[in-house]
């Protein structure tokens, strides 16, 4: 009975274990609909891997971030990104990075978030005001600092975050993201400038605006995009 107890252990705390270490993996772009043809394939969750023997030291190497990014747009910013699309010995590494650039007086990286990685961010010249918002389920609490030359803030998955250059003169910080392929969503962007557009009821009403004012908003994000 004792060594069949200790089998039966045993047993359960295999099961366990491959059930524990058994997941989905995170996705590495927006969706990847189900095929059944695999001859109709056009996708994997991430990239295709080049046969190792194939690689080479271009493959780990990216040269630019020293170049500053071009502000003179309407959110005064430039993302340059370093990610698996253009550094391809990033696939399956699961990081990822990125410089800023910020106009001068008020500059901004607009509320953002990223669904697939945590974002830790270090200023390298200048001062900005930066936060996050948690979900709904910690009543949205508002986490801010202003960071200078030296600071780092994170940024954790998912959340609602931004940045803007509160000084004088132009700034630049530094993020990597626990992910090859981060992604962004712009709220902004997202929900006034969708395409096709939301109806515009459904926005008046959870952004408590008059529906004219939201028609006119989708307007000038549509024009943006084109």
């Known amino acids: 009975m004792k060594g069949f107890d200790f089998l039966s252990t045993l047993l359960i705390l295999a099961l366990a274990s491959s059930i524990a270490s058994a997941y989905d993996p995170s996705p590495l772009q927006d969706f990847c609909v189900a095929i059944d043809d695999p001859k109709q394939a056009l996708f994997v969750n991430g990239k295709f891997c080049k046969n190792p023997k194939l690689a080479n030291a271009n493959d780990f190497f990216f040269k630019g971030l020293n170049i500053p990014g071009n502000t003179n747009n309407p959110q005064g910013s430039n993302v340059t990104t370093v990610n698996v699309d253009n550094l391809k010995g990033l696939n399956t590494l699961g990081i990822s990075l990125v410089r800023i650039d910020y106009a001068p007086n008020g500059g901004q990286n607009p509320p953002h978030t990223h669904p697939r990685g945590t974002e830790i961010l270090v200023v ?103």
Not at 136 to 161: A, C, M, S, Y
Not at 165 to 170: D, L, M
Not at 185 to 199: E, L
């Open 124 to 226: 390298l010249e200048g001062t900005l005001y930066v936060g996050f918002v948690s979900s709904n389920q910690d009543n949205n609490r508002l986490f801010t600092k202003i960071l200078n030359k030296g600071d780092v803030f994170v940024f954790p998955i998912g959340q609602i975050h931004f940045q803007v250059n509160i000084g004088h003169t132009p700034a630049v910080a530094f993020a990597g993201l626990s992910s090859q392929n981060a992604g962004v969503i712009t709220i902004a962007n997202t929900v006034f400038g969708s395409d096709p557009s939301i109806y515009p009821d459904v926005l008046a009403k959870a952004f408590k605006l008059d529906r004219n004012i939201v028609i006119n908003l989708q307007k000038k994000f549509l024009a943006e995009r084109n």
